[in-house]
């Protein structure tokens, strides 16, 4: 078999089939259809090796994290995911990766309905660019920019739990087995909460999705909307695995500056409190009230004896936008 | 300045501001409006440095050209294109560089009314992914599938003058100084038809763009339409240069089997033929007859002397779909 036939092969092998293609795979373009009074919401998100993820990082990981990171974009826009795009480049066309990064990609592709409708694969160093197009009725997909003085922030999940997977997974961190089995899949396989962002449409009136860590992305929260804000370190939901090392060495900082939880952190007005706690009531995700939006600019962290907590590094930084 | 700013800076200077656009970059995700009774039609491709253009290759026209294959794609669809996003992993974020890049990126973006809407940027080897999305009256768009035996096969422009500035790049072949410069802007700068795709929306039956060369091209409508071609070597258009390069040693294969040109290869039903030619007579491209659809599969040419011609090479194999 040759390499455009193993290509073919495996990437046509979405199960998902959606009445809005019209097109898939196969011409110079998908043709699709936005249903109408809605817009289209588009992201994309690219990762390399080396960079985003441990160059022996099993390629069923890679495949998922790669999908899964543009579905966190969705979620945090309250927009429902439909058609996705891929771009590929590695050294070599071998079943075994592709077979491995497809299993991750349409693992998630299939939970969340979205249909795979274009690519490119090329000979190259591994890199991997998904495109992910969804939609949300005209006028209420989420923004980074509304939040006011006085909603309250909310963050779903944990979090800090993938920073712990990155330092067991460069052996700076000892953990019992299941804890270690726990922050690496929190690592390599987030779940991204779309359902928490479609159901927060009309009602928050901010959102972000925690890729780069709480106070950066809540931080793009605050430069958009003109607001500062105060957050409760006590209030920040945090596993067992995290507690127990907060309780040793750790503290905060993980929870507060680094990223790759893929938790949403959204804000909501007090007159809307209570539907958004009926609205995620049924969708099996925590979410936390963990401070609330200030009109003096900045960002203030309390510890729980009311005292100003300075995090230095409160950003990931690879001249990611 | 830090290299989120300088990314910044370079990537928010598109002059193109879109009444359909909502929401660009600076969210997680833009926010897109496709107008009623439209479809959207979505493409990517990606380049490698190294593979798809030499490690040297100027920022702009790699800028340039990362659009161009893209607007091809639509052009070749007949879609009116509207929205990009791009990921962009380089060694480092350096000013002349990204300079470079957006000049020959947002060239083409302000010339075709393309507003560039997202993307991400990284540290890695130099790869571009742009993702193009556009659209088309709904059903209009064109397709691969169309042609039927009878229809005539018509292409723009002229062919194999990419290979042949391929090759001058390579030092493999002696140009005047003129001659040279004309087939390194093919190279380097093809030009999307995409007025050409537009305008023969509803009267050609098939269409593909020339990126892997005609016969290659030519080869997917026929695949895809269940039918055959005919093609005369001595219909092809040819500029000059090949011409004159054809005349001395180097015969038809460049012009059959190479790609990059970007031009388009369209059928036509006899009925449409002349509806075609009025369509785009006020278009300032060249376009015509190379051959006709039959019934019996595989594609023959023939040439002057009404011989059988063989072209063993007739596709560019980097495992692509």
Request: net charge negative.
């Amino acid at each position: 078999m040759d390499e455009f036939s193993l290509i073919r092969r495996f990437f046509s092998r979405s199960k998902k089939s959606r009445t809005d293609v019209t097109l898939g795979i196969g011409d110079d373009a998908a043709i699709l259809r936005v249903p109408d009074e809605h817009e289209l919401v588009v992201t994309t998100d690219m990762l390399v090796a080396g960079v985003h993820f441990p160059n022996d990082t099993a390629a069923d990981a890679i495949g998922y994290k790669a999908l899964a990171v543009n579905l966190s974009d969705l979620a945090a826009m309250g927009a429902d995911p439909a058609w996705a795009t891929v771009n590929l480049s590695m050294p070599q066309a071998e079943a075994e990766w592709l077979e491995g990064f497809c299993n991750g990609f349409f693992e998630l592709a299939d939970e969340f309905g979205v249909a795979l409708v274009g690519g490119d694969t090329c000979r190259g160093p591994v890199t991997i660019g998904v495109q992910l197009c969804g939609f949300a009725p005209t006028g209420k997909a989420l923004r980074r920019s509304g939040a006011k003085p006085g909603d309250a922030i909310y963050v779903t999940g944990t979090v800090g739990d993938a920073a712990l997977g990155l330092l067991h997974a460069e052996g700076k961190l000892q953990l019992t087995q299941a804890q270690a089995s726990y922050v690496r899949a929190r690592l390599e396989r987030p779940t991204p909460r779309v359902g928490v962002g479609r159901a927060l449409r009309g009602l928050a009136s901010a959102a972000i999705d925690l890729s780069d860590g709480l106070a950066a992305d809540l931080g793009h929260i605050l430069e958009q909307s003109n607001a500062g804000a105060r957050i409760e370190l006590a209030a920040l939901p945090l596993s067992p695995v995290y507690s127990e090392q907060l309780q040793k060495t750790l503290g905060w900082d993980l929870a507060v500056t680094n990223g790759d939880d893929y938790e949403l952190c959204f804000t909501v007005p007090p007159i809307q409190e209570q539907r958004v706690t009926s609205a995620l009531a049924g969708l099996a995700v925590d979410f936390r009230r963990v401070g609330a939006i200030e009109s003096e600019p900045g960002l203030r962290f309390y510890g729980v004896d009311g005292v100003l907590c300075e995090f230095p590094d409160s950003g990931f930084n690879h001249f990611q936008g």
